[in-house]
């Protein structure tokens, strides 16, 4: 099967101009000229399509003292809440305005479906207007302190404080989405921010950059910096002047920043990777199930960190869901994404390529039935086939792993005591499905499942104000949702002796 590289006709003419741009970092509010570059490939052709810049230590010191002096200078740090929350929203109103472009560039970046993409830049802005929201409602409490002194009053109260300098870090797989996931709450605390993008898909996050300036926010609120993990993103990370990391990527990366974290005692907010189970009972809706199940493997390739990667079904109707959901798999549309017919886009690179086509090998020689018809398709492009298996075992690489791509084990269940111990046997704890139309059944899984999100008879959607996070080694700390404010806030008591 021949599957055609993205057709850059079909870009408007925006994405074209900012594709031939020399880009730098923002810093202070300026373009900085970058002192190396870095090749921006297009994962549906493996050909490079523009350059970045390579961001170094030098870099990132420049934009962590601006963020660092912007936290502190009064441009920002006398605002109001609701003139912060004014240039959210005004923010918002520019990426729609530009929805366009984003929705282009994120097509030809990730690989992502132009739909998608779509819906994602449309989702960015709905975070950052509910998010612009909590500005003006961050609060304290009173508190009531009777103390054992005779003839003395107190008063107590406390108050939520911007912790200060955020480095946020996120990965390649909804790239806008989650730089906005992390800003949002941010500056509606008050913090500012040093943002570095993967260097894998960079180029929405910069786009953004240009809208932070016409937005008109101070110099030095949200500073960006593109760059390698291993260079840009540690000498963030191990920066003295930050004072909170919000990282999003995998748990190996997670962990040793967290470790990095350490000595200085900086506040973490790991939101890292998982292995979502779907659980289907034999009385749930099996037409919609099979869809739903289908779609939270497949949506982005699986490139989705609570992909449904994991599929627990009842014995009883254990074939006709396997047979339904490969069914599916097969007839989803393999394409770039510009390509308007394409519902299945690329791998991000090589490396991811070759590391899920490496687990359904594996998986197969070890006695695996791959259900899907399909081969990965002979292109230039990472494209890989949606494969589906059952006859694997609980304890396989194939169900324990986070793979990361467009790969589902299937495997049966007896009862709910069954489902909830497969559900729970898995080191991630990220979030999980339950399709049933039970509830009893349903409100007696949902407290066993050791996950940070449950979706029932749906797939888990996220939205502004739902929280999303995990468990075990899917990280702590929560995007979205008036929980995510948490990260950015400290907390500070007041005791007054009134008498
Ligand atoms: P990754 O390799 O961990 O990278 C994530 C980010 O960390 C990238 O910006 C990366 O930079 C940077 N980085 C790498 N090494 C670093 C270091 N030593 N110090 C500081 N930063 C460093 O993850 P990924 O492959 O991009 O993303 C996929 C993972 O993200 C999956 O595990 C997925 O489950 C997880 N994810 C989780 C959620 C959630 O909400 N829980 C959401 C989406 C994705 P470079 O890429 O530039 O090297």
Redesign the pocket.
């Known amino acids: 099967m021949a599957i055609a590289s993205n057709d850059y006709t079909r870009l408007g003419q925006a994405a074209r101009k900012f594709l031939d741009r020399q880009h730098g970092h923002l810093i202070n509010g300026e373009w900085l000229r970058a002192s190396g570059d870095l090749a921006v490939i297009d994962p549906s052709s493996a050909q490079a399509i523009a350059t970045i810049g390579a961001g170094n230590a030098t870099d990132i010191d420049a934009a962590v003292h601006a963020a660092h002096a912007a936290f502190q200078h009064p441009s920002w740090s006398a605002l109001s809440a609701a003139d912060r929350e004014r240039l959210m929203l005004r923010l918002a109103d520019l990426i729609e305005q530009n929805a366009s472009l984003l929705a282009d560039l994120e097509c030809v970046d990730n690989g992502m479906p132009r739909g998608f993409a779509g819906i994602n830049v449309g989702g960015a802005a709905g975070v950052l207007r509910y998010m612009a929201g909590w500005a003006s409602k961050i609060v304290g409490d009173t508190v009531d302190v009777k103390m054992p002194f005779p003839g003395s009053q107190f008063f107590a109260y406390t108050t939520r404080e911007a912790v200060g300098v955020v480095a946020a870090?996120?990965?390649?797989?909804?790239p806008l989405m989650?730089a906005i996931?992390k800003l949002a709450p941010a500056l509606a605390a008050g913090c500012t921010v040093v943002l570095?993008?993967?260097?894998?898909a960079?180029l929405t996050t910069l786009a953004l950059a240009d809208l932070i300036i016409q937005a008109g926010f101070p110099p030095g609120v949200v500073n960006i910096v593109t760059?390698?993990?291993?260079e840009?993103?540690?000498a963030?990370?191990t920066h003295p002047l930050v004072s909170k990391i919000s990282?999003?990527?995998?748990?190996?990366?997670?962990k040793?920043?967290s470790h990095?974290a350490t000595d200085s005692l900086k506040k973490v907010t790991l939101?890292?990777?998982?292995k979502s189970p779907t659980i289907i009972f034999d009385d749930a809706n099996l037409e919609q199930a099979i869809l739903g199940a289908a779609n939270a493997i497949f949506t982005n390739s699986g490139?989705?960190?609570?992909?449904g990667a994991r599929l627990y079904v009842q014995r009883s109707v254990f074939e006709q869901v396997a047979a339904g959901v490969a069914r599916h798999a097969d007839s989803l549309v393999l394409g770039a994404g510009l390509d308007p017919s394409s519902q299945l886009g690329p791998l991000?690179n090589a490396r991811?390529q070759e590391r899920v086509e490496g687990y359904v090998q594996r998986a197969r020689e070890s006695g695996a039935s791959l259900l899907t018809q399909r081969h990965s398709p002979q292109t230039d492009g990472y494209f890989v086939a949606p494969a589906v298996l059952a006859g694997v075992d609980q304890s396989d690489a194939l169900v324990q792993e986070?793979i990361?791509g467009p790969v589902l084990a299937v495997l049966p269940f007896d009862d709910l005591d069954h489902a909830a111990a497969l559900a729970n046997d898995n080191a991630y704890g990220?979030a999980a499905c339950i399709w049933s139309s039970n509830l009893s059944r349903v409100h007696q899984l949902v407290p066993r499942l050791k996950c940070g999100k449950v979706s029932v008879n749906t797939e888990g959607f996220p939205h502004p104000a739902l929280p999303?996070?995990?468990t075990k080694q899917?990280?702590y700390g929560r995007?979205l949702g008036r929980e995510s404010l948490d990260g950015y806030l400290d907390s500070k008591t007041v005791l007054v002796r009134v008498s």
Do not use: Y
């Open positions: 870090i996120v990965p390649w797989n909804v989650m996931w570095k993008p993967a260097e894998d960079s760059g390698r993990g291993r840009a993103g540690e963030l990370v990282f999003t990527g995998s748990t190996a990366t997670g040793h920043i990095l939101e890292l990777g998982g490139q989705i960190c609570v992909a991000i991811q986070e990361f990220l999303e996070g995990g899917s990280g995007d």
